[in-house]
């Protein structure tokens, strides 16, 4: 295995290199083409080491097989990986950097030395020194979320297609658009892909195994307050905007926020404000592992609505909620072998088990809930969304024996 670790650092800063950052206001699917970019590539390296049948869809889906070398007839399962990243930081012009053996000092990155990552705030670090450390270069992400993933996955397909003794079933690769905008699955072809169970690709520390998500709604207030001439307009003015800004700032201050959780507790996120005097919108995210909690921030931000309208007898108000995604919890303690398998492939791969809930939703939280089971597996990459981004190569490479031993425990099964 070792022998892969040049292979899949290269591979991996290659996709790096190709920018495929998703746009949450495009209306079309996928939001951004140039995620295509990467997703024919993808295809094509594919296709080169024998895997016949990889194409990429209409809406920029890549589908492929691995095929089995069982005599055993085995269920197909999937490895899944988004070749989207997050539009919260720059992706364009990523020019990722490897730290050959990191010996544990501060890493400042070159293209803006006040990006620094440090130890001290990425403690998870500690484990990795005398690793190999890509990072980008301090003025864009990294997009190991979620390149690190696909990297996985391609070197596992390389692995496996150039040792056929290697027994395992028919293993679906996916690769899908847009999972950092919330629309990765929109138009997934499951009949398609064919599998009974699948593993997104899209986790953190070595031998981390996340069955367990937030349960997610988007929550819009739409204010109609009533205009008039400013110099003119006592008594008879409700200026929207004020309206929208009493309202973010009524939540709680000292909880209920992403700025002030951590682990199973949920929280309020406003995350636009716009409009002006007249109307004004303020759009939210819920999260909680609990569903039903949904259901009492919601409440909460309607009860300051209404204590608004009472203070305004001429305000008016809309709220648009609808659900993203629910806590892939509830779909997978009814398949209980899909996580078992992955648990005694990390341990088998020689790693510990991690398993902590995700403070956010992969596509296999989606996916759970389309009737694919679907827990969520380490890459390795770490600090997502920000330019402090990083992945170690050796926990690249250990994901992959990860996978390797996940495919022969299934076809051992069957």
């Known amino acids: 295995m070792q022998a892969h670790a040049a292979g899949i650092s290269e591979r991996f800063m290659r996709y790096a290199c190709i920018d495929t950052q998703s746009n949450p206001d495009s209306p079309t699917f996928p939001s951004t083409p140039k995620q295509h970019?990467?997703?024919?590539?993808?295809?094509?390296?594919l296709q080169v080491m024998g895997i016949v049948d990889a194409e990429m869809d209409e809406w920029g889906y890549v589908y492929a097989t691995i095929p089995s070398t069982s005599a055993k007839n085995?269920?197909?399962?999937?490895?899944?990986?988004?070749?989207?990243t997050s539009p919260d930081c720059s992706g364009t012009g990523v020019k990722p950097l490897l730290h050959p053996s990191w010996d544990g000092s501060p890493i400042v990155l070159p293209d803006d030395p006040s990006q620094v990552i440090t130890v001290e705030e990425h403690p998870y670090l500690l484990e990795r020194i005398g690793d190999d450390i890509i990072t980008a270069s301090g003025t864009t992400l990294l997009g190991a979320d979620d390149k690190a993933g696909i990297a996985v996955i391609v070197e596992t397909a390389a692995l496996l297609m150039s040792h056929p003794k290697m027994l395992h079933g028919p293993i679906r690769i996916l690769f899908t658009p847009d999972e950092e905008i919330g629309r990765g699955v929109d138009k997934v072809n499951?009949?398609?892909?064919?599998?009974v169970a699948a593993y997104t690709l899209d986790g953190s520390e070595r031998g981390s195994l996340e069955d367990e998500?937030?349960?997610?709604?988007?929550?819009?207030?739409?204010?109609?307050?009533?205009?008039?001439?400013?110099?003119?307009?006592?008594?008879?003015?409700?200026?929207?905007?004020?309206?929208?800004?009493?309202?973010?700032?009524?939540?709680?201050?000292d909880g209920l926020?992403?700025?002030?959780?951590?682990?199973?507790?949920?929280?309020?996120?406003?995350?636009?404000?716009?409009?002006?005097?007249?109307?004004?919108?303020v759009s939210f995210i819920l999260r909680d592992f609990s569903t039903a909690q949904l259901d009492v921030q919601a409440a909460l931000i309607e009860s300051h609505l209404q204590e608004a309208a009472i203070a305004h007898p001429n305000l008016?108000?809309?709220?648009i909620r609808h659900e993203q995604y629910r806590?892939?919890?509830?779909?997978?303690?009814?398949?209980?072998?899909?996580?078992?398998?992955?648990?005694?492939?990390?341990?088998?791969?020689?790693?510990?088990?991690?398993?902590h809930p995700v403070r956010g939703g992969t596509d296999g939280a989606r996916l759970s809930f389309m009737g694919l089971p679907c827990p969520n597996l380490f890459t390795g990459e770490m600090a997502f969304h920000s330019k402090l981004e990083y992945v170690s190569v050796q926990d690249m490479l250990k994901s992959v024996q990860m996978l390797v031993r996940l495919s022969e425990i299934w076809e051992r099964d069957a």
């Open 257 to 281: 926020s992403p700025e002030t959780t951590e682990g199973r507790e949920g929280f309020i996120h406003p995350v636009t404000l716009s409009g002006h005097a007249e109307a004004a919108k």
């Open 74 to 84: 085995v269920p197909a399962i999937c490895y899944c990986a988004h070749v989207d």
């Open 213 to 253: 998500t937030f349960s997610a709604d988007a929550l819009d207030v739409i204010i109609e307050g009533v205009s008039a001439h400013p110099g003119f307009a006592k008594g008879k003015m409700v200026n929207a905007l004020k309206v929208a800004a009493a309202l973010v700032s009524s939540l709680p201050k």
């Open 327 to 355: 806590n892939m919890k509830e779909v997978l303690l009814q398949h209980p072998a899909v996580v078992a398998r992955a648990e005694e492939a990390i341990r088998l791969a020689g790693m510990e088990v991690r398993r």
């Open 190 to 195: 499951l009949q398609k892909l064919g599998a």
């Open 37 to 45: 970019d990467l997703s024919l590539l993808l295809v094509k390296e």
């Open 316 to 319: 008016r108000f809309k709220v």
